[in-house]
């Protein structure tokens, strides 16, 4: 961990703004727990010649990560919109940058949890989740749910999963983030920021 004070990286790619949503309500959740802050941060877009095209700065929305962003951080919550039942791949291409940190075991025993937004109900929400867990297990984090104990799980008629939380964002006609997927949303930020919390003080 570095000498600034301790943050949850909320890191996503998003397109029509959904999983954008759902990083804000997660960024709501960890300003519940005193003495860390969220840092909200996406990722490019990918082309061919991704590297050449990208702009510095985004027109609009949460600047771009860079990887020290995330090697310096207390925990993460990795969020995209699900793309055929995986992540995005402009995601995926932020992670394959991170090897030095995974060498170096930067990421080893901090807390995380992931979050997506899919078009239909029934479209790879929890596949899209896992294929997010896996490269954050082989950095050695922590990976955490959310359990049953928060009432909007057993209640959400729309998304949210004890893998991570979830939105359904519809196809023809969007759905904004519902009331329980945005309770989900907040005990996800609130659980990492707590764990992060707890966690420092066992160093
Ligand atoms: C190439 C592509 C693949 C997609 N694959 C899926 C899918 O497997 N399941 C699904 O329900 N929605 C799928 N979608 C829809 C997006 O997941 C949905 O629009 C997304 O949740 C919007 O999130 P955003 O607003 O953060 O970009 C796909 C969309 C695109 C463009």
């Not at 297990?137 to 991570?164: D, F, K, N, V, W």
């Amino acid at each position: 961990m570095s000498d600034e004070s301790p943050y949850i990286l909320v890191l996503y790619y998003s397109r029509g703004g959904h999983t954008a949503d759902m990083a804000m309500q997660i960024a709501r959740g960890v300003a519940r727990v005193t003495g860390i802050t969220a840092r909200v941060r996406t990722v490019p877009p990918v082309s061919p010649d991704t590297d050449a095209s990208v702009p510095a700065v985004p027109e609009e929305g949460a600047v771009y990560a860079t990887v020290d962003d995330l090697r310096h951080c207390a925990g993460l919550a990795l969020g995209s919109a699900t793309r055929f039942g995986n992540m995005a791949a402009p995601l995926k291409h932020f992670l394959d940058q991170t090897g030095d940190l995974w060498l170096n075991g930067a990421l080893v025993d901090k807390p995380a949890g992931v979050f997506t937004s899919t078009g239909s109900l029934h479209g790879g929400q929890e596949a899209t989740l896992l294929t997010m867990a896996v490269p954050l297990m082989h950095h050695g984090m922590l990976l955490t749910g959310i359990p049953y104990t928060e009432p909007a799980l057993g209640r959400t008629q729309a998304g949210g999963t004890p893998y991570g939380p979830s939105h359904w964002a519809g196809t023809d006609q969007p759905h904004p983030v519902t009331d329980d997927e945005k309770a989900i949303c907040q005990r996800l930020g609130e659980r990492l920021a707590s764990l992060a919390t707890r966690l420092s003080t066992t160093d």
